[in-house]
């Protein structure tokens, strides 16, 4: 029983991750209608940089400056670089931003070696919470929590802000963003900044519990994918329930039948695909692109 | 001469001459073999993409699964008596049965949907390898498999023979060449000929036309699904021959062989060449291996370089290497078409 | 005489909303058959199930009378349901003849040729029946020119040929003439005159002049339903019929 629970509440972390990361490509692919292979890049430079910085100055200014340097570096990405490919098919999407993906994460190799990096022992990262026989890391708790409010925040922007309702009707019908005109252009900036700082802090903030390497991003990116098309390709929801749903099933299977850990996600993915392509609260448009 | 024989002797005369060319550019000798059977994966890579618009994210399952069945045929099944044949048919055999498998419930989805279903597909290949430590070796690879001996006629070969010592000056020594490469070679023509053969017959002929226009394909009576099915087919089948080759050429089969970079791999090198031209995953692929076995060893950043080369290739040459000469040729010959007609 | 093409109680939703429903309707072989109504009435989701293209929610349709409702389009075009679309549906990289060699082809081949090596050039048959079709329509002078730069009129002639070149008994032409210029249309409208002495032809089109002059009989829907059926003369005299497209959205279509 035990065991369940810290099984259960690792699933909710590792899903919450997930859900981050997954959030993020899905507004940009409902507003911008782009694939991007290289938004696990954008939680790897996060996790870096956050490191880099919290070992100078704390977690705190780490979970500051991850976020906002990864967005600077993700509107100049967009600016020079993805915003020519927004208008081409999916093939060419994929393409060009897993070569982006290869080019950060050979880049982070460079910089900082290939070597597994851990975090410094900082004080906070040794508390554990006690309920019962169950001990858990406050970190983690903590780290779940954060994700949760974060989403909240980032929901109300979707359903109370001019922007917000840009990525929905972008999600539902292309025309009709077209026919919102001038304000698309801030906006897609916009959404694909909030996209790469949610990827880049929930990298800052998952790296004391879950190590940094430059293959991280990557290792991140495909679970997010499987993530967003069990969810629902465009669906904020399908993307938190997805998360949840794929942590969960990881986590537990990591305790149940340790083998199959890895590959019962990708079957759950096959499976959606095959018996509701548009995933599980998709919408249908979508589904030929 | 017809443009195929032409065809056929160039390329004839490409791969006579193609082994000797790394000596002098300090590259190492088995490179051109292992060239030669990378491409053939690359060429099945490129048939899926170039003739379906398919960009499949999964085909380490058909290059490592041949690989992994070609060893194990070898280990479990004829340890004694080696069979290079029939190694290499099986696992060629194998991955087209997998591609069938994958194919059937992948061929119905597009783009991005397409492209993430077979790298599930892969995914769980990878991590069934990987967990399956007594026939596999899991992370550590199939190793020291017995050596497979090539039985024509009477005769039973050892690929790994030399030719014979004779002193090339620049080009190294004829005896830098195995006899590998002379099978890797003939094997290379073979799916030469036949790839050109296929893309110009009646089934490249539709493949061709659903990718241009799937609605009125579906509406003349071509059964879509079923061409796109075939074509992945083939296409898993040449990836696992070359995986296969590729095992028994080195002797091994790492767990790589199975993994998402390589799955990238195939992608990169047709990009790279050109999509849809049937040389470009060719030159493509020895490029980029050939920049690899100069470089990796001397640059710790080699492979910044191949993303930098491909991002590049993506951005300012989208036809690829070959696809943009091809088509600056075509250019050349309509101009000069043009003025002969103003004359 | 029998019904070559006939559904029963066919309808198809979208959710709560029906684009078609219980419509029965049945054409007889030989027939030169206009299905008319307001923009919006359901006439190109009532093609669409004839031809297999959508998947029908109720109802069934025959051919010769055999249930084909589960197939799809694909195999509907091998039974002889050809159909031309409402805007050009063409390969536009190839030549036109090309269009109609791989109409020819899927014909003479099915659906599924495993033919790996040969070319479909062998097949002498293909050729003549791709020849035969851009004859009718009138394009066997354009065969060598890339489909994608004929006039828009010649292009939806492409489409017509596309079809026959499947060599079918039944015809489904969806706005025919529509967005042509008067010349254009007139040959158009001699095409269809022509082609249906030789085979059964339904016509969905606005050009009321058109299909008063040479429909043997019309079918008028209205929000998805069979408002009524009857020779041109009898839907002129149908005072539902007016009310219809006069109560609805044009009168400029009935008096064109």
Redesign the interface.
């Known amino acids: 029983m035990v065991a369940l629970t810290q099984a259960l509440l690792n699933g909710l972390v590792l899903g919450l991750i997930y859900v981050a990361i997954a959030v993020g490509l899905t507004i940009v692919f409902g507003t911008l209608r782009l694939?991007n292979f290289a938004h696990g890049a954008f939680y790897a430079i996060g996790a870096y940089i956050g490191l880099v910085v919290a070992q100078q100055w704390g977690l705190g200014p780490a979970l500051v400056a991850a976020p906002l340097a990864v967005a600077l570096f993700a509107v100049i990405l967009d600016r020079v670089?993805l915003r020519a490919f927004y208008s081409k098919?999916?093939?060419?999407q994929?393409?060009?931003t897993?070569?982006?993906a290869?080019?950060v994460?050979?880049?982070l190799?460079?910089i900082f070696g290939s070597t597994t990096l851990q975090y410094p022992p900082l004080p906070a990262l040794a508390t554990s919470f006690a309920m019962g026989p169950i001990v858990y890391p406050a970190y983690r708790l903590l780290f779940a929590l954060g994700v949760v409010v974060m989403l909240v925040l980032v929901w109300l922007f979707l359903e109370k802000t001019d922007y917000g309702l840009i990525v929905r009707a972008g999600v539902r019908d292309r025309t009709m963003v077209q026919l919102l005109g001038g304000n698309i252009k801030a906006a897609s900036t916009i959404v694909f900044a909030l996209g790469a700082a949610i990827a880049g802090l929930v990298g800052a903030a998952a790296s004391p519990i879950y190590s940094i390497a430059p293959g991280t991003g990557?290792a991140f990116l495909?679970p997010s994918?499987?993530v967003v098309?069990v969810g629902g390709?465009g669906s904020f929801w399908g993307a938190v329930l997805g998360g949840l749903l794929i942590g969960e099933l990881q986590s537990v299977t990591t305790l149940v039948f340790p083998?199959?850990a890895?590959?019962v996600i990708?079957?759950c993915?096959?499976v959606v695909?095959?018996l509701r392509?548009q995933g599980l609260l998709g919408e249908s448009e979508v589904?030929?692109? | 001469m017809s443009p195929g024989l032409r065809f056929a002797l160039l390329t004839a005369l490409g791969l006579a001459l193609f082994p000797f060319a790394f000596h002098a550019i300090d590259g190492y000798a088995g490179l051109a073999t292992q060239i030669l059977i990378m491409s053939i994966a690359s060429i099945g890579f490129n048939l899926l993409?170039g003739y379906t618009?398919l960009?499949s994210?999964g085909h380490a399952m058909f290059y490592g699964g041949g690989g992994y069945v070609a060893a194990l045929l070898l280990i479990r099944v004829m340890p004694q008596h080696p069979n290079l044949w029939l190694a290499v048919l099986g696992a060629t055999l194998a991955a087209t049965v997998l591609a069938l498998l994958v194919g059937a419930?992948a061929v119905r989805?597009?783009?991005?949907?397409f492209?993430?279903?077979t790298?599930?597909?892969a995914?769980?290949i990878f991590?069934?390898v990987e967990?399956s430590q007594d026939w596999t070796n899991g992370d550590d690879g199939l190793q020291n498999f017995p050596a497979a001996m090539l039985p024509i006629g009477p005769y039973s070969i050892d690929l790994g023979t030399p030719l014979p010592a004779l002193p090339l000056g620049p080009f190294g020594n004829l005896s830098d060449i195995k006899l590998w490469y002379i099978f890797a070679a003939l094997v290379f023509f073979g799916v030469m000929i036949?790839v050109r053969?296929?893309t110009?017959?009646?089934?490249g002929?539709?493949l061709t036309?659903i990718r241009?226009?799937e609605?009125?394909?579906?509406?003349?009576?071509?059964?879509?699904p079923?061409?796109r099915l075939?074509a992945f087919a083939?296409s898993g089948a040449l990836t696992g021959l070359a995986g296969a080759l590729r095992a028994l050429y080195d002797g091994s089969v790492p767990i790589d062989s199975v993994g998402?970079e390589r799955s990238?791999s195939f992608?990169i090198f047709t990009?790279v060449g050109g999509v849809q031209t049937l040389f470009g995953p060719v030159v493509g692929t020895g490029l980029i291996m050939y920049l690899e076995a100069v470089l990796s060893g001397k640059l710790?950043?080699w492979?910044?370089i191949?993303?930098?080369i491909?991002?590049a290739v993506?951005?300012f040459l989208?036809a690829g290497i070959v696809g943009t000469i091809n088509n600056r040729v075509k250019e050349r010959r309509a101009l000069l078409a043009a003025s002969v007609r103003a004359k | 005489m029998t019904a070559i093409l006939e559904t029963k109680l066919l309808g198809k939703s979208f959710g709560h909303f029906a684009a078609n429903a219980d419509i029965d309707f049945s054409v007889e072989q030989g027939e030169l058959r206009a299905v008319i109504g307001p923009n919006g009435a359901g006439k190109t989701t009532f093609f669409n199930l004839l031809?297999g293209?959508t998947e029908a929610t109720s109802g069934t349709v025959f051919f010769k009378g055999t249930d084909i409702t589960p197939l799809?389009?694909?195999k509907r075009?091998?039974l002889g349901i050809?159909?031309a679309f409402q805007t050009a549906?063409?390969?536009?990289?190839?030549t036109v003849l090309q269009n109609c060699r791989?109409?020819a082809?899927?014909?003479t081949?099915?659906?599924?040729?495993?033919?790996?090596?040969?070319?479909?050039g062998r097949l002498s048959g293909v050729d003549a029946l791709a020849e035969r079709a851009l004859e009718q329509v009138e394009l066997a002078g354009l065969a060598g020119v890339r489909s994608g730069d004929l006039a828009h009129g010649d292009k939806k002639r492409l489409d017509i040929a596309?079809?026959l070149?499947?060599a079918p008994e039944i015809l489904l032409l969806d706005e025919p003439v529509a967005g042509m210029s008067r010349d254009e249309a007139r040959k158009t409208e001699a095409l269809v005159r022509k082609l249906a002495s030789s085979m059964t032809v339904l016509i969905i089109e606005h050009d009321m002049d058109l299909i008063m002059g040479i429909s043997d009989s019309i079918t008028v829907l209205e929000s998805g339903r069979v408002l009524a059926n009857g020779t041109p003369a009898e839907i002129r005299a149908n005072q539902r019929v007016q009310d219809a497209y006069l109560g609805g959205h044009s009168e400029a279509e009935i008096d064109a």
């Open positions: 694939v670089l098919d999916a093939t060419s994929i393409l060009v897993f070569g982006i290869l080019i994460e050979e880049t190799r460079l990557f495909v994918f499987v098309v390709l083998p199959a890895n590959v990708y079957l993915m096959a695909l095959l392509p589904i030929r692109q | 993409l618009g960009l994210y419930l989805l597009y783009g991005i949907y492209a993430l279903l790298l599930a597909f995914q769980m991590f069934v967990q036949g053969a296929l110009r017959s009646q089934f002929e539709v036309a241009e226009n609605e009125r394909s579906t509406l003349i009576g071509f059964n879509a079923a061409y075939a083939i998402i990238g992608v990009i710790d950043y492979r910044l191949e993303g930098v491909f991002v993506i951005i989208p | 031809s293209t799809d389009g694909t075009v091998h050809a159909k549906n063409i390969y536009p990289e190839q791989l109409a082809l899927a014909h081949q099915g659906a599924f040729a495993l033919e790996l090596l040969r070319r479909s596309i079809a070149a499947t």
